[in-house]
């Protein structure tokens, strides 16, 4: 006799980062901003109208798509919002790879995405990256039914310039590719200069990283009105109200300022410079990170103990414990000061 566990859709789960709430820690695991998010978002959070909680939110998210709109200098149409770029992902994934070819991406990347294939009975093939962590564009030139991939890679921060990135669209024209941008504002040209080129492109970013929105789950999706319409479209066919009031009031706000956006990330970048320079002094090795995070490993320290050495100082940072980068610790760019306690312990430990 059968019983309801029997039609359970088992899946192995995607295991997000430890969120840890004690005091005085430095949390440098899940590639947050040190920083806080635009004074417009602060003023405006300060003072919002609590009464309109009690109506639903506009479905279309207009006050959001029309904010992204107008700083890219697109169609509102091209734009598609959803809930963290993870939720823009899955929808994607649903709605373009329903073919019978497996899609592709590499074997070191981001870990929802076999979650999601399995999860959604989509069939895939993994492409190894080479020694230096770094993709294989010939890899992807084979029948498929879509191909996925972030740039800069998550978790090794690894940077593809553009011209590599098309090519890999150029040689699967007949399917759907997704470039996953969460840290690309860190790290050079994003692929969005090949939207009106290419009608199968799809450019997937969010306001966790380079907007210190995290907490908010806003992410969004640029791609041809086509595109955008099918998203859109598989989106009304299960939850129209997707995107809350306070996250589309907020998030539009954080758009506007420009000049905010840009002083944030270059102080970032400014501390991960200095940081990788002292991490190199100590003997890490890691290619040159273009992310909020180095992706980092010591030739006589293992990264395991690493990882719980610093865990009993209250610092935390993220440790795989996967294949090929199990002896890699992938740091988030913190702080100055965070990065300058990081540094004086591990100089410590060395010593």
């Not at 947050?32 to 109506?55: C, I, M, Q, S, W």
């Not at 329903?98 to 093939?125: K, L």
């Not at 969005?192 to 290419?198: A, T």
């Amino acid at each position: 006799m059968k019983t309801w566990r029997d039609y359970v859709r088992r899946v192995v789960p995607y295991t997000p980062g430890e969120q840890p709430n004690q005091p005085g820690m430095i949390k440098l695991n899940t590639n947050e901003n040190p920083y806080p998010p635009a004074p417009g978002v602060v003023k405006l959070a300060e003072h919002l109208e609590t009464d309109r909680f009690r109506l639903y939110p506009d479905p279309t998210a207009s006050v959001l798509t029309e904010a992204l709109a107008e700083f890219y200098h697109i169609k509102q149409e091209q734009v598609f919002v959803g809930v963290g770029s993870d939720d823009v992902l899955a929808m994607a994934f649903q709605t373009f790879f329903n073919s019978d070819q497996p899609i592709f991406f590499p074997d070191v990347t981001y870990s929802f995405y076999p979650v999601w294939a399995d999860a959604f009975r989509i069939p895939y093939e993994t492409k190894a990256l080479d020694d230096h962590f770094r993709i294989r564009k010939e890899d992807y030139y084979a029948d498929n039914g879509g191909v996925v991939f972030p740039n800069p890679n998550a978790p090794t921060s690894v940077y593809e310039d553009l011209d590599f990135v098309e090519d890999i669209i150029k040689h699967n024209r007949d399917v759907l590719v997704i470039v996953d941008e969460a840290y690309i504002d860190f790290g050079g040209r994003s692929a969005l200069e090949l939207v009106e080129k290419y009608d199968n492109l799809l450019v997937v970013q969010t306001f966790s990283k380079s907007r210190s929105m995290a907490g908010m789950r806003i992410g969004y999706a640029i791609g041809n009105e086509e595109l955008i319409k099918a998203l859109n479209d598989f989106k009304y066919s299960f939850n129209s109200y997707t995107m809350n009031q306070t996250a589309l009031i907020l998030g539009a706000e954080a758009v506007k300022d420009r000049d905010y956006f840009n002083q944030c990330i270059e102080k970032i970048i400014r501390t991960r410079t200095w940081a990788a320079e002292e991490l190199r002094a100590l003997g890490f090795e890691f290619n040159e990170p273009r992310a909020n995070f180095i992706f980092a490993t010591h030739p006589k320290y293992p990264a395991r103990e690493l990882f719980e050495a610093l865990r009993k100082e209250n610092i935390y940072v993220r440790y795989f414990s996967l294949p090929r980068i199990d002896n890699y610790l992938r740091i988030t760019v913190g702080t100055d000061s965070e990065m300058e306690t990081l540094i004086h312990f591990l100089k410590d430990y060395v010593k």
